[in-house]
């Protein structure tokens, strides 16, 4: 039985495109200081349209979340 939330994002991801970030912060001391870096990268990211088989397929055989 597939949960609702998973099923709807496969629908929703299939043939669209939009942006994944990831973000870093590093924390460190130096001379007594804590001293942090933060930095992020985004990507665009196109999802093939999908037919409802191969949802299927992913939703069962892979871990999603």
Do not use: Q, W
């Amino acid at each position: 039985l597939h949960s609702f939330p998973t099923r709807r994002s496969s629908d929703l991801a299939s043939g669209s495109t939009h942006e994944v970030f990831t973000g870093v912060t590093l924390v460190y001391g130096n001379c007594g200081k804590v001293l942090t870096h933060t930095f992020y990268e985004g990507t665009r990211v196109t999802f093939y349209p999908m037919t409802d088989e191969e949802i299927k397929y992913i939703i069962d055989t892979i871990n999603l979340f």
